[in-house]
């Protein structure tokens, strides 16, 4: 049987009509890329990615404030004359230092300035009024490192216990502020951390103050 050959106009229907479903399934498929590359471009901004101006002042303040921790801590080793004390001070390196690499991570990845060695946050932010003279709750400044140098024994005891609660206080209430108004959620979890572990210690050091008194 021979079959009957198309009309051009018959020919010419049938590819518009290709054509054209062509197109609708290019422009529908091209709406789902849309779609599914802006939904994926939005859920990679997660707000916990996202800091405010709190939280570089928290890590930029509480650098050089765990950093004075440290050396007040690594004096403990050949000074103290208290095992309690120097369980202490080796418990304050552990988890501290850590925490001082954290928060440096943090700043190089936002482009803010890491603070030196030896820089305090007052140095940088002169208007902060706070004891100590260094800028920075809790502090100590230069004479009162200088007399925990000297001290050995049972005194070194007493004084770096006196110091490092007051420290403590310091460190607490910078913690708490990120809490209240940083936005950063890695951040608010450290200072929830801070606050935590230091409070556990300012308890822990006065009873030792009580028992020595």
């Avoid at 003279?133 to 140098?149: F, K, P, T, V």
């Amino acid at each position: 049987m021979t079959s009957t050959p198309r009309s051009p106009f018959r020919r010419a229907a049938l590819a518009a009509a290709v054509a054209t479903a062509a197109l609708v399934l290019s422009a529908c498929g091209g709406d789902a890329e849309s779609a599914s590359s802006g939904s994926a471009s939005s859920g990679s901004s997660s707000s916990d990615d996202r800091h405010n101006a709190q939280d570089v002042t928290f890590a930029q303040g509480m650098i050089p404030h765990h950093r004075q921790a440290l050396e007040m801590a690594e004096l403990a080793a050949d000074r103290a004359s208290s095992a309690e004390v120097k369980d202490l001070a080796a418990r304050i390196e552990k988890a501290q230092d850590p925490e001082i690499e954290k928060m440096t991570g943090w700043l190089k990845a936002w482009g803010e300035d890491v603070p030196e060695e030896g820089e305090s946050m007052g140095e940088s932010m002169p208007g902060m009024d706070h004891s100590g003279g260094s800028g920075m709750a809790g502090m100590m400044g230069d004479a009162e490192m200088q007399q925990l140098e000297k001290a050995s024994g049972a005194a070194f005891d007493t004084a770096f216990l006196t110091m490092m609660v007051e420290h403590h206080e310091g460190a607490v209430e910078m913690a708490r502020t990120e809490q209240s108004k940083g936005g950063y959620q890695p951040a608010k979890k450290t200072a929830g951390d801070i606050v935590t572990g230091q409070t556990a210690e300012i308890t822990e050091m006065n009873e030792l103050l009580g028992k020595s008194s």
